[in-house]
Each structure stands twice: as C-alpha cells, then as structure tokens.
C-alpha cells in the first residue's frame, strides 16, 4: 500500500494542503473541529510525516531538543511520552538529552543545538544555578520551555504542579497518622521543585505548632552511598524521625533500605511518604505512600506551549505558569 500524502488527505477532507498540514500541526488558526477531522483521517489512513520534506519546505529543521536530568526516575519518561504524542503528530522529531545532574554537561548540551532543533524543552539539572547559556539560547531566536524544575531568572513558559500544596497535604497526611517528628529530606535545594516541597512542608509543621526536632530538615546529595550514610545517621539519632517525607523516590527507597538495615519497622516505627510516578511503589514492603504527579500530561503541555510558539514564529514567550495538580496516595508506609 503507498504511503499516504498530505494532497491525499486535502482531498478526501475536501480542504486545502496548507489548511490540512497547519492543523496536524496544531496551528491555532485552524478549529478545533477542523483539527480533530484531520487527526481522525490521519490516523485512521495511518498517514506518517515526511519531516525532511517539511523541513525542506519551511527551512526548519523540525526537531526538538529534550534536556532531562536522568532517566531511572519514571516521572520523566512518562513526560517524555506525554511530549511525542503531541510533537509526532506535529511532524516533529524529539532528541533526547541527559544532563546526569550536571550543569556543565547541561551548558555542552545546550550550546550545541543551534542549528539543529527549532526550540528546546527542559527540566534543568540539580546542579545547575547560572542559567546564561539558555539565555544565550534564547538570543539565538531559539524558544525554551521549562517543565517540572524551572528557573524564574527566565522569561517563558513553565509547566509545572501545585509542589506547595500537594507537600502540605502530604505533610498533614503524616500529622494525621500520629507522626510526633517529621523530617525533610531535600535532594537539592537549589531545584525549585525541592525548595516548594519542602516550603509546603515546613508550612503544615509550623501551623500544626510542630518546633525544635519535630521538625527537619537533612540536605542529600545526588551519590546514593553518601545519601545512605546521612539517613542512616538521622535514624541512628536518640530522638530519631518517626516520619520521612523525600522530595524524590530515589531518596524513599534509600530510607526503605537503611530501614531494613537498622531494624526499623515501617511504618510502625518510621512512615515514609515522596512524591514520585513509580510504577514499583505499591509493590514494595510495605506499599509506598505518594504524592504522583501528572507527568504525562504535563509532558503534553509542554510540548503544546513549544508547538503553538513555533506556529506562531514566537521566540519571545509570555512568562506564563501552567500548573497541573498532584494526586497524594495513601499506602501502607504511612
């Protein structure tokens, strides 16, 4: 069977090619009647696009650079799903980068893309903290969109949750289950989505009247043995936490470990709560208590705010916040 074309589906829609093509790329010129007409036929005639033919046409390269800090935490590949199933649609490639954490590879990355990508989604790295070489991206007529872990020394769109009160309700959660001593354990306060969780937090401890060691705070790093042996010290303590709260999973599996290794029962002696979309977290002794986070679709927003930019030749984006809620589920660890 040959391929199917965009004069294929003009015809069979009784559209114009350039009417067809702007809504598959969600141009906010077309309806929304119109676009879902042409995605029915699209998909229904399994019509793929020839991006270097598009490219070709447009003088775009057609492509977007994604800038992830790692891939083991599964809220990141669940945004990266969210992402493609917008962009792919669109007739947009997706490259894929990992800045491991580091903000010098973060800064490589970033000062190789002129050229290649027609704008950049990121969710900035734990160690990054001077943001010039995505401004330098920016004067390069190249639009970034920040999700999850944004910076707001930049103007543009950032796709991100409500961290403050989802970390309340959490923290209230713990409070209600007869917590007496809650810690906070913070992978890197300088990531805004740390510094969030860990404000809604402390914001519940201080109206709930909590002070001195029956609040927390023990700051980690991102090498797991050097976080193993600074929980294990805060559990070893005399007057020890009877409830954790970690800003990340990875944080909550190393407590789940040096709970087993100190001989500590949870949740009846330590109850343990993090925000975190792994799959595994029900299936662990005892089931894990989250907070999950839309990433799926906050994926998907991100890649609709580059997408509407890039179909409006916007490179200045408006500084908007596009704020999808959490969920807290309540499990067995607490």
């Known amino acids: 069977m040959s391929k199917v074309n965009l004069k294929q589906l003009a015809k069979e829609l009784n559209l114009s090619v350039s009417t067809v093509s702007r809504a598959l790329s969600n141009s906010h010129e077309i309806s929304e ?4 007409k042409v995605k029915y036929l699209a998909e229904k005639l399994n019509y793929q696009p020839n991006p270097h033919a598009m490219s070709l046409r447009s003088q775009k390269t057609k492509t977007i650079a994604v800038i992830i800090p790692e891939l083991s935490n599964n809220f990141f590949a669940l945004a990266i799903d969210g992402i493609e199933s917008i962009m792919q649609t669109a007739g947009y490639q997706l490259l894929i980068y990992l800045s491991h954490e580091d903000q010098q590879k973060e800064v490589n990355i970033v000062n190789k893309l002129e050229g290649r990508v027609d704008g950049v989604l990121i969710c900035m790295a734990t160690e990054t903290h001077d943001i010039s070489h995505l401004r330098a991206l920016k004067e390069k007529k190249i639009p970034i969109v920040f ?16 961290d403050i009160e989802s970390a309340y309700k959490a923290t209230e959660h713990l409070i209600e289950r007869g917590a007496q001593r809650i ?19 402390l914001k519940a401890l201080e109206d709930y009247k909590y002070t001195g060691e029956q609040k927390r705070v023990l ?12 929980i294990k010290k805060l559990l070893s303590s005399p007057n020890r936490p009877d409830a954790i709260f970690t800003c990340v999973e990875r944080l909550a599996i190393t407590t789940y470990t040096v709970c087993r290794d100190l001989g500590l029962s949870i949740p009846g002696d330590v109850k343990v709560v993090t925000f975190s979309n792994m799959p595994a977290a029900a299936l662990l002794s005892p089931p894990l208590t989250t907070v999950s986070q839309p990433a799926y679709e906050i994926g998907k927003a991100a890649a609709q705010a580059i997408l509407d930019a890039l179909n409006r030749n916007m490179v200045e984006l408006n500084d908007e916040k596009i704020i999808l809620p959490s969920v807290l589920i309540k499990r067995a660890s607490t």
């Open 33 to 36: 009647e119109t676009k879902q």
């Open 147 to 162: 999700f999850d872990r944004v910076s707001n020394k930049l103007n543009t769109v950032k796709v991100i949750t409500n």
């Open 183 to 201: 810690a906070y354990i913070s992978l890197s306060l300088n990531i805004s989505v740390d510094q969030k969780r860990m404000q809604g937090c």
């Open 219 to 230: 700051s980690c790093t991102t090498n797991d043995d050097e976080n193993y042996n600074l």
